[in-house]
Each structure stands twice: as structure tokens, then as C-alpha cells.
């Protein structure tokens, strides 16, 4: 079966089109007038080929193709359409659009499945809007309740819940959207890498093993604020000097105490009272520490806290606070043992590796079987205007998903 590329390029150019900064990037955040565009798109489109298509009171929108045994649990495949500031057009909404395209090529084989398939669309990935990700698999598997909907607002003061209802949806029935474990039997998500190691490695495709678990750190060190010119050299308690140890010490403290999966950045530094002819008083700066092995994390910053005690005794005050925390996630190997088998057959060129961005998709490995497939990010750029995928990688990728799809409605 042929998978339609210039169908799949179209539906990608046509999303890019609902952009809230036309020219600068992609910008369309949730539930805005964009993203309203966006998904009548993505439902007309669904309807054209005859899925029963339903929205979901958070929005999530699922469409439905029946199979020969209409009750059995169903195969999903998606990913979402939001993004971040000034992003990229391939992040999520390829995984969407190459979800339709499996059931579109379904459709216009007549391919009867044993199951129902379902392309799926999770509203608010990214958090761009409110600074709260993954809201859709996360109401999908109760993990987000009316409460929550209800207290995170935008940066404007917007409260999510009356966003939603702008779509006019009725949050208020939030329980309905809380998947049963009789609905589904597994969900293939195809997304970016967002990296660059299958573009350096010349890879068609990438067989995610598992999703790394995030822990965010805030690190503060107080020293003594005082002269720039005055204070001889050996007399400072200098708190930019002493964060900077800690800082450029992160590669070696992580090959000593880390594995292949393990990442760490610092993202974010604050000064005070941040003048230029000032000894900094204090500083604060984050740790995005990422990696599949929680044992070997706790390492990680168990060895930064002994760091930081080194300088407690210099006369430094250093506080180390956790800011969030997301469990690491193994994907399904029956489900990536098929995308493998389905890769030789194909003669499609992979490599099996760990995702270090968080998806929905380690969300829905809470409720049910999951795997992805991920397709080269050019230059490893994403989140970004110059985010590319190659055409041809597209089409493999998609083909690969199709031949998945097939194998796993077969059980």
C-alpha cells in the first residue's frame, strides 16, 4: 500500500497556515483562534473518510475507524497539534497527520481491520499556553482532574477551564474522558526526534526503547555582596564564581556518576542584585537533570550536593530545592519488537534509542501498551523556525507506521 506524500505535505502546509506569528516560525497555542482552525481541519479531514469522530470535554479529539469486531479494544495513533513560541511545523502535527494517513490508506484499500483503529489529537502538549504540559493523556488517565483544569491559568490570567469552554466544550464533565482499560489495546505515536542522532547516524528512523525520567532542581549560593574594585581577590565570597564551579563541573560529575542516557543542562541563571560593578550576592540557577535509571540520577545530585557542602564550609549558604519530577517510562517491547520485524521487511534503516523530551505517549503508558517511532530532526533543530524533517524520511516513517498498524490489529 502506497502512503500519499504529497497528501501528507499538504495536510503539514495547510496546519502551518494557522499561525498566530506568520513568518517568524510556527505559534499556535491551545485553544486559541489558530488552534480552533487547526482542529476543524484535522475533523473535516476525519469526516471526509468516514471516522466517527468525537471531542472529548478537555478537547482531545478522537477519530474512529471500526473494525471487524467494533468492541474490541482499539489501536491508536497521534499526537498533537499545539506549539510551542515561534516553533516548528512538524513537531506533533506530523505524528497526526501521518496517524490520518494510515486510516485514509485503510479506507481507500477497503482494508477491513480486526479492531477499530483510532487517529487521536491531545490537546495542550507543549504547556505553551499554561504552562502545564501534557494535559490531554493526562486527563485521558485521570492524572488531571476538574481542580487542576480550573486553577492553571495563562500568563494573562485566562483560567484553562473557561478557555475550554470557548471551544464549547463542558470541562465540567471531565470524568467522561478518563479512558477505560476495555477502550484501547496499545497506541503508536510517530513523532520527531528533536535531536540530532539520527540525522548524524543517517538512520531512516529511530525505535524508542523508553522515555528519560526529568528531575528540575533550583540551586541556590549566597555569598557576600561588596565592592567590584575595592574588594582585593582573596577577601571575596563571590557567589557567580562559586556557581560557575558547580556549573562547569556537570560533564565530569556526570561521566563519573552517569550513564549513556543521562543529560544534564543548566537553563537558567539568576544574579543579584545583577549590576555590573557589584560582587553578586547571591545566584540561583536550575539543573535539567534527564536519564532511564532513577538509581543512577539520585547519583547525579547526590554528588552535586557534596560539591555544594564544599563550599558551605568556604563560608558559602547553598540550597538545593527539587522542583519537579517525572518518572522515567519503558515502552512496550511487544510493540517494538513488531516495528523492528516491520523495519527489516521494509528494508528501513533504524536505531534503537531512549527519548529525552517528554510525550503524551509517557503518559498513555500508564493505561495501556505503547511504543513510537521517531524520524530525523535535520541538524537535530526543533522547537525552533528551521525545525525540518526530510519528504523521503516522512514517507518511510509513515510507512513504517502503516505496516505497525496492520501487524498489531491483527491480535
Not at 574588594?231 to 557567580?240: A, G
Not at 539520585?298 to 550536593?305: G, L, P
Request: charged letters at 30%.
Amino acid at each position: 500500500m502506497h502512503i500519499n506524500l504529497k497528501r501528507l505535505m499538504e495536510d503539514i502546509q495547510v496546519l502551518s497556515s494557522f499561525n498566530e506569528t506568520t513568518g517568524e516560525g510556527c505559534t499556535r497555542f491551545s485553544y486559541s483562534e489558530e488552534d480552533k482552525k487547526a482542529r476543524n481541519y484535522i475533523i473535516n479531514e476525519m469526516n471526509k473518510i468516514g471516522l466517527k469522530v468525537t471531542v472529548d470535554p478537555v478537547g482531545n479529539i478522537r477519530g474512529k475507524l471500526e473494525g471487524k469486531n467494533p468492541n474490541y479494544p482499539s489501536i491508536m495513533s497521534g499526537s498533537h497539534i499545539d506549539t510551542v513560541f515561534k516553533g516548528g511545523k512538524y513537531d506533533g502535527v506530523l505524528g497526526v497527520v501521518c496517524a490520518l494517513e494510515v486510516a485514509r490508506v485503510l479506507v481507500e484499500h477497503n482494508i477491513i481491520l480486526k479492531r477499530p483503529y483510532e487517529v487521536i489529537v491531545f490537546t495542550e502538549e507543549e504547556g505553551s499556553n499554561f504552562g502545564y504540559n501534557l494535559v490531554g493523556s493526562k486527563v485521558l488517565t485521570g492524572e488531571c482532574n476538574l481542580e487542576k483544569i480550573k486553577d492553571i491559568k495563562t500568563k494573562s490570567g485566562q483560567s484553562m477551564y473557561n478557555k475550554i469552554k470557548e471551544l464549547e466544550l463542558n470541562p465540567d464533565n471531565l470524568d467522561e474522558c478518563v479512558l477505560k482499560l476495555s477502550e484501547v489495546k496499545g497506541l503508536v505515536e510517530l513523532h520527531i526526534e528533536q535531536g540530532s542522532v539520527l540525522d548524524i547516524e543517517n538512520k531512516t528512523v529511530g525505535i524508542v526503547n523508553g522515555i528519560v525520567g526529568l528531575q528540575w532542581y533550583e540551586i541556590e549560593i549566597k555569598g557576600k555582596a561588596n565592592h567590584a574594585g575595592a574588594t582585593p581577590m582573596p577577601l571575596r565570597k563571590d557567589s557567580m564564581v562559586a556557581s560557575s564551579q558547580i556549573i562547569s563541573q556537570l560533564p565530569s560529575i556526570l561521566k563519573e556518576k552517569g550513564d549513556e542516557t543521562t543529560v544534564a543542562t543548566v537553563g537558567r541563571i539568576l544574579c543579584k542584585p545583577n549590576a555590573i560593578n557589584v560582587i553578586p550576592e547571591s545566584v540561583k540557577f536550575t539543573i535539567d537533570i534527564r536519564g532511564m535509571n532513577p538509581d543512577v540520577l539520585k547519583n547525579v545530585i547526590d554528588e552535586i550536593s557534596i560539591r555544594l557542602k564544599i563550599l558551605e564550609k568556604e563560608g558559602f549558604d547553598c540550597k538545593i530545592n527539587l522542583l519537579t519530577k517525572t518518572k522515567e517510562v519503558k515502552l512496550s517491547d511487544d510493540i517494538l519488537d513488531i516495528i523492528e520485524e516491520e523495519a527489516k521487511k521494509e528494508k528501513i534503516s533504524y536505531k534503537r534509542m531512549y527519548s529525552g523530551s517528554n510525550h503524551d505517549s509517557s503518559i498513555m503508558a500508564q493505561v495501556t501498551d505503547v511504543a513510537m517511532i521517531f524520524v530525523p530532526s535535520v541538524e537535530g533543530r526543533s522547537h525552533c523556525p528551521e525545525e525540518y524533517t526530510k519528504d523521503e524520511d516522512i514517507k518511510n516513517g509513515c510507512r513504517l507506521l502503516f505496516k505497525t498498524i496492520v501487524e498489531l490489529t491483527k491480535y
